[in-house]
T-cell receptor, first 110, second 113 residues
Framework: EDQVTQSPEALRLQEGESSSLNCSYT??????LFWYRQDPGKGPEFLFT???AGEEKEKERLKATLTKKESFLHITAPKPEDSATYLC???????????FGAGTTVTVRA | DAGVIQSPRHEVTEMGQEVTLRCKPI?????LFWYRQTMMRGLELLIY????????DSGMPEDRFSAKMPNASFSTLKIQPSEPRDSAVYFC???????????FGDGTRLSIL
């Protein structure tokens, strides 16, 4: 069974203080690793898909990287509007399902 | 482009009542997913449709839950009779192919009293 573990559960940052979120996974054949952002009262919003080890994707202050066992979401010089819960999900090659981690809640203080 | 549209956004009802949640997927997407999110269990897949056909309903908790997709632009999730433990946020998501991301609606927050 596919498993996803995210750490830390919560992260409090000062504006401009860069940090990284971790997503460790086990999956039988990686179809894709997906990062989402979820704001309170909203649905998960798609950020990135990573397909193979060594791949990197960037969007504004966010950068996602992938190895064979884990993915990192780097937040560079965060701003208060980056405050959200970040979810990681993996899809195995055998089916359509996504297995989601519990998420990391990031709070950025001005 | 319009995203996934869910209604109602909030639903409060009494135990034993029938609840119907609605979803309009993104046009052109052939996969539709219903999820439930709680603090304790996170996001759980309830049912998956491909080309309007239910493929996997193994996540549906009980026979009280049913889902339909009569056409490519509409799906419903029904709970009858509802119970307090069904209280959660229910999300609908749609996508194209298996290696493409799923796009989520903003959910229905369901409270069963």
């Amino acid at each position: 069974e596919d498993q996803v573990t995210q750490s830390p559960e919560a992260l409090r940052l000062q504006e401009g203080e860069s940090s990284s979120l971790n997503c460790s996974y086990t999956v039988s054949g990686l179809r894709g690793l997906f990062w989402y952002r979820q704001d309170p009262g909203k649905g998960p919003e798609f950020l990135f898909t990573l397909y193979s080890a060594g791949e990197e994707k960037e969007k504004e202050r966010l950068k996602a990287t992938l190895t064979k066992k884990e993915s990192f979401l780097h937040i560079t010089a965060p701003k208060p509007e980056d405050s959200a819960t970040y979810l990681c999900a993996v899809g195995g090659s055998n089916d359509y399902k996504l297995s989601f981690g519990a998420g990391t809640t990031v709070t950025v203080r001005a | 482009d319009a995203g996934v549209i869910q209604s109602p956004r909030h639903e409060v009802t009494e135990m034993g009542q029938e609840v119907t949640l609605r979803c309009k997927p993104i046009s052109g997407h052939n996969s539709l997913f219903w999820y439930r999110q709680t603090m304790m269990r996170g996001l759980e897949l309830l049912i998956y449709f491909n080309n309007n056909v239910p493929i996997d309903d193994s996540g549906m908790p009980e026979d009280r839950f049913s889902a339909k997709m009569p056409n490519a632009s509409f799906s419903t999730l029904k709970i009858q009779p509802s119970e307090p433990r069904d209280s959660a946020v229910y999300f609908c998501a749609s996508g194209r192919q298996n290696n493409q991301p799923q796009h989520f609606g903003d959910g229905t927050r369901l409270s069963i009293l």
